[in-house]
């Protein structure tokens, strides 16, 4: 898994490739929290992230709680087909809240019965 900012004005967009799972979440856990602490605006473009295991959506969850609680802000962008299918699986879509692009359209993400 790489890791690869990007600093464009307030922004700090990074880009995750490769596998997020349990072998790559130390790593990408670590190097979230110090972005996340360090910005105020984090965004993860998530388009190279081909394959995604229950410790990837728990990495995504505690970046998500922790820009929370330190009232920054954390979007997902760019999201891949392995990274929308393990948040739908997890009914976690709408507690994102990102708009999701799928097949090349945009739609927001949609509350699950």
């Known amino acids: 898994m790489e ?5 464009s004005g307030p ?3 990074i880009v995750l490739q490769g ?3 349990i072998y790559a979440a130390a790593q990408v856990r670590d190097h979230l929290a110090q972005r996340i602490a360090e910005h105020p605006l984090v965004e993860l473009q998530l388009a190279a992230v081909d394959e995604i295991d229950t410790a ?6 505690a970046a998500k709680q922790q820009a929370s609680a ?8 760019a999201h891949s087909p392995a990274v929308i299918d393990a948040l739908e699986l997890c009914g976690l879509l709408p507690y994102f809240g990102d708009p999701v692009v799928e097949f ?3 739609s927001q993400a949609k509350e699950t019965a």
């Open 3 to 7: 890791c690869l900012d990007h600093q």
């Open 11 to 13: 922004v700090c967009s």
């Open 19 to 21: 596998t997020l799972d």
């Open 56 to 61: 990837g959506v728990q990495i995504l969850l």
């Open 70 to 77: 330190l009232e920054h802000s954390l979007r997902l962008t």
């Open 104 to 106: 090349g359209q945009t």
